[in-house]
């Protein structure tokens, strides 16, 4: 409404031949009142920086739970209710089912508000990394779900964990997006050029310093996505990410929520209303509680390929180390040339009770790729491609739900091969037997 008194005001001083310099101050004042009344970004007081832990784990059968759901609000965010309204207690009662008893529920708060001093979105995702391990350090397993600016704290945590090399120590299995401004937001962009709001974070979210968001997008496809085979396996973890978005989002254009993630579902709300439902049973509670129990739950057809070590890694909830290894790969040296033993491999899929279970070992003297694909040409968007890079003498899993296999796109079998650094060489092929 505010936004729309600011055009009228601008007209009508234009009509009565008022000075440039009156345009400007309506101009100025009435984005000023709009950000005043209107929390942009969800939530109404500043909150104070912390690390205590709160939203105790519940107790279960006098068993505490080994995962968690944890909750990052938005800018301008506050406390549990004033965020969140009823979504907690509503989760809760959804909790009771079997299959979701054994998770609690956190919520992490951090220094944001209209005035005053906010810190960087980095220096943000470094104090939410700091919070994980002192407060969740107890659980194997965590699903983050972060309301829009806190879908980009998220995403920073992530990245810096993998960029460092420490993918064996994230325990984020499934992130959900709600009305996230991956590409950045125009309305807070209009309210960080507004005197007393120009925070870093606005700015940062408004694209005014664009590095962050921009770097986000192409850090998520090579860490996350697996786009980039030369990544060494430790730098690399798939998770499944969900976007929610609002019909009615004024803050966040569609765009901009669903970037260029697969899985986005639009909900009948606005950018507050999308994570405040009022009745239950309410849509976002049953999303977040069916999708969890569907990705994590249900075993290996909505899991998707993983790439790790045989003590660490977890595909479609079977232990690496309860695998049998179907097949063992070497990355030798022939007359200069890479090539991998064995060249051919037939896997039988009549009869399976597991993933597909690979062991890559580098016996080469240099460091070396692995990688294998659906497509022949290694080129196109297809449905099984996964790759590893491996040190001299170092082995490395990779681990395929067979639900994935079962829509290759390329006929029958799988090209396997290595990168050259300018191109991918297929060398193999695994052929599957149905």
């Not at 055009?7 to 950000?35: H, M, W």
């Not at 105790?56 to 080994?66: D, I, S």
Request: charged share 20%; aromatic share 10%.
């Amino acid at each position: 409404m505010l936004i729309h008194f600011c055009s009228y005001n601008v007209i009508r001083f234009r009509q009565k031949g008022d000075s440039v310099t009156l345009i400007a101050r309506s101009i100025t004042v009435s984005l000023f009142l709009f950000a005043i009344a209107i929390p942009i970004f969800a939530g109404c007081r500043p909150i104070k920086p912390e690390l205590s832990c709160e939203n105790p784990p519940n107790q279960l059968n006098g068993e505490k739970p080994k995962k968690a759901f944890v909750f990052i609000h938005g800018w301008d965010g506050s406390d549990e209710k004033d965020t969140w309204g009823c979504l907690f207690p509503f989760l809760k009662k959804n909790f009771q089912r079997d299959n979701l008893r054994n998770y609690a529920i956190h919520a992490y708060r951090y220094p944001t508000s209209q005035f005053g001093h906010s810190p960087k979105i980095e220096d943000v995702s470094a104090n939410f990394e700091a919070w994980l391990n002192q407060c969740c350090s107890s659980y194997d397993q965590l699903i983050l779900v972060a309301h829009s600016m806190g879908g980009i704290v998220a995403k920073e945590y992530i990245l810096n964990v993998l960029e460092r090399g420490q993918a064996d120590q994230l325990r984020v299995e499934l992130v959900f997006f709600i009305a996230t401004p991956h590409k950045g937001s125009d309305l807070a962009k209009w309210a960080s050029y507004v005197p007393g709001l120009a925070s870093p974070q606005l700015k940062t979210l408004g694209g005014v310093n664009k590095d962050l968001l921009n770097t986000q997008l192409s850090a998520w496809a090579a860490h996350v996505d697996g786009t980039d085979w030369r990544l060494h396996s430790s730098q690399k973890k798939y998770i499944r990410a969900i976007v929610l978005y609002g019909t009615k989002d004024e803050v966040v254009p569609e765009q901009s929520a669903k970037d260029r993630f697969p899985y986005c579902i639009p909900l009948f709300e606005d950018h507050s209303s999308i994570v405040k439902p009022e009745n239950y049973p309410a849509q976002v509670v049953d999303l977040i509680s069916e999708i969890t129990e569907s990705i994590l739950l249900t075993g290996e057809q909505s899991k998707g390929i993983v790439v790790g070590q045989l003590n660490t890694g977890v595909v479609s909830g079977h232990p690496f180390s309860d695998l049998t290894v179907d097949t063992s790969f070497f990355v030798v040296d022939v007359g200069g040339y890479k090539r991998l033993y064995p060249p051919t491999v037939v896997l039988d899929f009549n009869q399976r009770n597991q993933p597909v279970f690979l062991k890559i070992t580098n016996k080469t003297s240099s460091t070396s790729s692995f990688v294998m694909s659906d497509d022949q040409s290694f080129i196109s968007k297809v449905s099984v491609r996964a790759g590893v890079v491996l040190r001299p003498g170092e082995s490395a899993y990779i681990a395929i739900p067979t639900t994935i296999l079962s829509h290759v796109t390329y006929g029958s079998f799988i090209s396997v091969g290595y990168d050259s650094g300018a191109e991918l060489i297929p060398v193999g092929r695994i052929y599957l037997l149905r």
